[in-house]
C-alpha cells in the first residue's frame, strides 16, 4: 500500500462534436476530437478503514449542485477497482471544472480516482484495463485518463491520440447553473428527428489541428449539441456573440454546455476577452490546450 496520493485531471473540450442518431441502447454514436484544457479537479485518495468521498469546491462553483453521499462517480470508481468489491480509502476531490458544465468533471474526477486508487492500493492495473474500465464508468472517462488531444468514437469512449503541437488559448465560461447532459441529448433528438446514423466526421479539426493555427481551427470547430443547448438556454447565444465581438476569433458551446468556451488568437488576446466577459458573467478563465490526461501530481 502507497502512502497518500493525489492525482490531477483537466476537462476536455470538444473542438468537434458530431452526433448521429440513437442507437438501440439509447446511446448516440459520436464522433469527435476532445482536447484537454488547464482547468484541473484534485483527488486525493489516502488509507483508511471504511470509505468516504470528500469535495471541496472552488470558490466560483460554491452552491453548484453535488450527487449525494454514495451516488458520486467517485463512489462507483472505488467498488469496481477494490479487488474485493469493498473498498477502503479517504477521497477528497478539488474541484475546479465547471459542474455539469459539459467539460466531463466527473469524467476528470472518476479517472483521477482510478489512477490515485490503483497506486494506493498497489494493484498495477495495466493501461488496456484501466481503458476498459474508464469506458465502463462513462463515456468520457477514457479521454480523461488519455488527455492531449484525441479522435473519440462509439459512444465517445473509444479514444485514439492525436498528434498536436498547437497551443490554443480559451476562455472559459461558466455558467451558474448546469445543464443535463440526458436532456441536451433528448432535445438534440426533438430538434434534429433525422440525424444520420452515422455522425459528421471531423475533417475540419483534423486539418486545422495539423497546421496548429487557431485562426484555421477557429473556423473548423463544431458542436452538434450547441443548437440544443441554445435551445435550451437561450442567454447563451448572446455570450458568444458578446465574446465573439470582444475579440474571440470564435465562441461555441463546451460538449452539451452551458459553459461556453471561445478560442482566442493569443494569451494576451484571451485575457482582454476573460476581462470583457467577467463584466456580465461572474467568472472568465483563462485555459490553454492540450494539456496532459489524469497523472500523479504528489505522494505524501
Ligand atoms: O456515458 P455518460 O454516463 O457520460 O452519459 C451520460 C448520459 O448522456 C447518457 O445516459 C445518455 O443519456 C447521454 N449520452 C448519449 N450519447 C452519448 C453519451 C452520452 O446519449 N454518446
Redesign the pocket.
Known amino acids: 500500500m502507497s502512502a497518500a496520493v493525489t492525482v490531477r485531471a483537466a476537462a476536455k473540450i470538444n473542438l468537434h462534436l458530431g452526433?448521429g442518431a440513437?442507437?438501440e441502447d439509447?446511446?448516440?454514436?459520436?464522433d469527435t476530437v476532445y482536447q484537454a484544457v488547464g482547468l484541473y479537479d484534485d483527488v486525493t485518495a489516502d488509507r483508511a478503514h471504511g470509505w468516504s468521498v470528500e469535495t471541496r469546491l472552488a470558490n466560483y462553483l460554491q452552491g453548484a449542485f453535488l450527487p449525494e453521499a454514495g451516488a458520486n462517480?467517485v463512489d462507483a470508481v472505488g467498488r469496481r477497482m477494490a479487488p474485493d468489491g469493498d473498498p477502503k480509502a479517504q477521497v477528497e476531490i478539488r474541484k475546479s471544472i465547471p459542474i455539469a458544465g459539459g467539460m466531463?468533471g466527473?469524467?476528470a474526477d472518476a479517472a483521477a480516482a482510478m489512477v490515485a486508487l490503483d497506486r494506493l492500493w498497489g494493484l498495477h492495473t495495466s493501461d488496456e484495463e484501466m481503458l476498459a474500465i474508464a469506458a465502463e464508468?462513462?463515456?468520457?472517462?477514457p479521454f480523461a485518463l488519455l488527455g492531449g488531444s484525441a479522435h473519440g468514437g462509439?459512444?465517445?469512449?473509444l479514444v485514439t491520440p492525436l498528434v498536436d503541437n498547437g497551443d490554443y488559448a480559451w476562455v472559459v465560461v461558466p455558467d451558474e447553473t448546469g445543464l443535463s447532459?440526458?436532456a441536451?441529448?433528448?432535445h438534440f433528438d426533438k430538434l434534429c428527428p433525422d440525424a444520420p446514423a452515422v455522425p459528421p466526421p471531423p475533417h475540419g479539426v483534423l486539418e486545422a489541428l495539423s497546421y496548429g493555427d487557431p485562426g484555421r481551427l477557429a473556423v473548423a470547430l463544431h458542436n452538434d449539441l450547441e443548437e440544443a443547448a441554445v435551445d435550451l438556454r437561450p442567454s447563451l447565444g448572446a455570450l458568444l456573440e458578446r465574446g465573439e465581438s470582444e475579440g474571440a476569433l470564435r465562441g461555441m458551446v463546451s460538449g452539451?454546455g452551458p459553459t461556453c468556451v471561445f478560442l482566442c488568437e493569443s494569451t494576451d488576446a484571451a485575457q482582454h476577452v476573460a476581462a470583457a466577459l467577467e463584466s456580465v458573467r461572474r467568472v472568465a478563465l483563462v485555459a490553454h490546450g492540450p494539456v496532459a490526461g489524469a497523472h500523479i501530481a504528489e505522494v505524501m
Open positions: 452526433v440513437p442507437r439509447g446511446f448516440h454514436p459520436l462517480i466531463a466527473g469524467s464508468l462513462g463515456s468520457d472517462v462509439g459512444r465517445g469512449e447532459t440526458p441536451v441529448y433528448r452539451s
